[in-house]
C-alpha cells in the first residue's frame, strides 16, 4: 500500500540554522510528492511539489528531491527564519486510488 | 478572493446535536475533499467528489454525510455529534483527479468543531 513517514518533531533551531526534514515514501505506482507548509490557525498551503524520479521541487528557499532509489524526500532549507515556524506535511498523491496520503507533520519551532 | 472558503470557522457545540459545514470553491476545480485533522496534527481523509459523484468514502461513521449540489461546492453533515467527533475539518479542492500533474490540493483555513 501507500504511505508517508516523516520525521517526528517538534524540531527547533535558531535562525539561519540548516534546517532537514526527513520524509520517506512507500508506494505501488508512480505517485507525485509534495510538501504542504501549515501556519498557526490556517489550512495546508502547497509548497513545493516533484512529479517524477529526480526532479527538485523549491520554493521560498525550501528544497526537495525526488530520490526513487531511496524513496525519499527530504525538505531542506539552508537558512531558516523565525516566520518558517510552522508543521509541515509531506504527502504522496496516487492516480491509481485518486487519493492523497501525508505524513504524520513535523512541528518546525525557529527561536530569533 | 479566498479560493477555498469554509464556514464556520468555530463551532462549539453539546454532544448528540447535528451540525454542518458548508465548503465552496471558485478555483473551478473538479474535485473536492473533506480532511478530518486531529489534536496530533494527523490529517485523514473522509470523503472525495468529482464532479459531483462521490468517489472516496473511508471508513467513517454514517453519521457523517456529505452533499455536493454541484461541483463548487461540499458540505458535510454531522449528525448525533459525540465527543470523539472535536477536531478541526479542512475542505479542500483540485483541479484533477490526484496523481495527475495538476492534481495538488488547495485547502481551505478549517473548521475547529468542539463537542462538549
Known amino acids: 500500500g501507500n504511505s508517508v513517514t516523516q520525521m517526528e518533531g517538534p524540531v527547533t533551531l535558531s535562525e539561519e540554522a540548516f534546517l532537514t526534514i526527513n520524509c520517506t515514501y512507500t508506494?505501488?505506482?508512480?505517485?507525485?510528492l509534495f510538501w504542504y507548509v501549515q501556519y498557526p490557525g490556517e489550512g495546508l498551503q502547497l509548497l513545493l511539489k516533484a512529479t517524477k524520479a529526480d526532479d527538485k521541487g523549491s520554493n521560498k528557499g525550501f528544497e526537495a528531491t525526488y530520490r526513487k532509489e531511496t524513496t525519499s524526500f527530504h525538505l531542506e532549507k539552508g537558512s531558516v527564519q523565525v516566520s518558517d515556524s510552522a508543521v509541515y506535511f509531506c504527502?504522496?498523491?496516487?492516480?491509481?486510488?485518486?487519493?492523497?496520503?501525508f505524513g504524520s507533520g513535523t512541528k518546525l519551532n525557529v527561536k530569533p | 478572493d479566498t479560493a477555498v472558503s469554509q464556514t464556520p470557522k468555530y463551532l462549539v457545540t453539546q454532544m448528540g446535536n447535528d451540525k454542518s459545514i458548508k465548503c465552496e470553491q471558485n478555483?473551478?476545480?473538479?474535485?473536492m475533499y473533506w480532511y478530518k485533522q486531529d489534536s496530533k496534527k494527523f490529517l485523514k481523509i473522509m470523503f472525495s467528489?468529482?464532479?459531483?459523484?462521490?468517489?472516496i468514502n473511508e471508513t467513517v461513521p454514517n453519521r457523517f454525510s456529505p452533499k455536493s449540489p454541484d461541483k463548487a461546492h461540499l458540505n458535510l453533515h454531522i449528525n448525533s455529534l459525540e465527543l470523539g467527533d472535536s477536531a478541526v475539518y479542512f475542505c479542500?479542492?483540485?483541479?484533477?483527479?490526484?496523481?495527475?500533474?495538476?492534481?495538488?490540493?488547495?485547502f481551505g483555513e478549517g473548521s475547529r468543531l468542539t463537542v462538549l
Open positions: 478555483l473551478g476545480h473538479d474535485t
Open positions: 479542500a479542492s483540485s483541479q484533477d483527479l490526484a496523481g495527475s500533474n495538476t492534481g495538488e490540493l488547495f
Open positions: 467528489y468529482n464532479n459531483k459523484e462521490l468517489i
Open positions: 508506494a505501488t505506482g508512480y505517485p507525485s
Open positions: 504527502a504522496l498523491s496516487d492516480y491509481n486510488f485518486n487519493k492523497f496520503y
